[in-house]
């Protein structure tokens, strides 16, 4: 009766007896020779083995790496640790990142906006800026950083100057009272005429327009960033075709859906 049965060495070591059997499986123990009533009795070496492995295991080491490193002597043994120690360097990080992550999902902005972008939404805000009008910028940001990321922090640049002037803030406010017009409202062309002008006296803030063109696709990214969440026919698309087109009649290069 010479060392233990396989159920009171798993117990032993802490693991399953399912699990030891997967050790001998993969040929990370050798599975002891049976008695004379017929069992497998693990002994001290055994159970050492087991109880290697099972440390080995739960520091992160793959199991398929757990053989060769028992069987290292001891340089490789430490060369292979500080590998295994790198390698879970690593996988915390990345652990953190993504807690990171579930922590910003508790605000839908700061998950897919950096905080610069949320502090000028909030600012927006601050200066009375409907929430409707915040809301579709929002997401107008979070397209325009998908699809055109090298130029989103300079545009966030653009965009907190034009915050500084009292005229573009006051155009803003009746751009979102405009969505509430007729397509045919003469007061439509009287806007989107003085926002035109704006922008083309202000050539700081005609960078906002001008400064998401991508260098390929331009004209499909610019309409999908630019025209995101209007409505054909509505009085914003109108609006907007409006100070488009004059513009591109003062000589400023705006992509066309047909054109790069």
Same mark, same amino acid.
């Given at each position: 009766?010479?060392?233990?049965?396989?159920?009171?060495?798993?117990?032993?070591?802490?693991?399953?007896?399912?699990?030891?059997?997967?050790?001998?499986?993969?040929?990370?123990?050798?599975?002891?020779?049976?008695?004379?009533?017929?069992?497998?009795?693990?002994?001290?070496?055994?159970?050492?083995?087991?109880?290697?492995?099972?440390? =080995?295991?739960?520091?992160? !080491?793959? $199991?398929? +790496?757990?053989?060769?490193? @028992?069987?290292?002597? /001891?340089? #490789?043994? *430490? &060369?292979?640790?500080?590998?295994?120690?790198?390698?879970?360097?690593?996988?915390?990080?990345?652990?953190?990142?993504?807690?990171?992550?579930?922590?910003?999902?508790?605000?839908?902005?700061?998950?897919? =906006?950096?905080?610069?972008? !949320?502090? $000028?939404? +909030?600012?927006?805000?601050? @200066?009375?800026?409907? /929430?409707? #009008?915040? *809301? &579709?910028?929002?997401?107008?940001?979070?397209?325009?950083?998908?699809?055109?990321?090298?130029?989103?922090?300079?545009?966030?640049?653009?965009?907190?100057?034009?915050?500084?002037?009292?005229?573009?803030?006051?155009?803003?406010?009746?751009?979102?009272?405009?969505?509430?017009?007729?397509?045919?409202?003469?007061?439509?062309?009287?806007? *989107?005429?003085?926002?035109?002008?704006?922008?083309?006296?202000?050539?700081?803030?005609?960078?906002?327009?001008?400064?998401?063109?991508?260098?390929?696709?331009?004209?499909?990214?610019?309409?999908?960033?630019?025209?995101?969440?209007?409505?054909?026919?509505?009085?914003?698309?109108?609006?907007?075709?409006?100070?488009?087109?004059?513009?591109? *009649?003062?000589?400023?290069?705006?992509?066309?859906?047909?054109?790069?």
């Amino acid at each position: 009766m010479n060392g233990v049965t396989i159920g009171q060495a798993a117990a032993f070591v802490g693991v399953t007896v399912k699990t030891v059997r997967h050790y001998h499986k993969l040929g990370l123990v050798k599975e002891p020779e049976r008695d004379s009533s017929g069992y497998r009795r693990y002994g001290s070496a055994e159970l050492l083995r087991l109880v290697q492995i099972r440390t =080995l295991a739960a520091a992160g !080491v793959p $199991l398929a +790496e757990v053989g060769p490193l @028992l069987d290292a002597d /001891a340089a #490789q043994f *430490a &060369a292979a640790l500080t590998g295994v120690e790198r390698q879970l360097t690593e996988r915390i990080e990345e652990l953190i990142a993504r807690r990171d992550m579930l922590h910003r999902l508790a605000d839908g902005d700061r998950a897919l =906006l950096p905080d610069r972008a !949320v502090a $000028l939404l +909030e600012r927006m805000s601050g @200066l009375g800026l409907p /929430a409707e #009008q915040v *809301a &579709a910028t929002r997401e107008g940001w979070v397209l325009a950083r998908a699809l055109v990321p090298e130029g989103f922090d300079d545009f966030l640049t653009h965009v907190e100057h034009a915050l500084d002037d009292p005229r573009f803030v006051a155009l803003s406010k009746q751009a979102t009272e405009a969505t509430a017009w007729e397509p045919d409202d003469p007061r439509l062309a009287e806007l *989107a005429t003085a926002i035109a002008d704006h922008f083309l006296a202000n050539p700081a803030h005609l960078k906002i327009v001008t400064g998401l063109q991508a260098r390929t696709d331009a004209a499909a990214r610019y309409h999908l960033v630019a025209h995101h969440g209007e409505q054909e026919g509505s009085a914003t698309a109108q609006g907007v075709a409006i100070v488009e087109a004059k513009l591109r *009649a003062a000589g400023i290069h705006i992509p066309r859906p047909d054109t790069h």
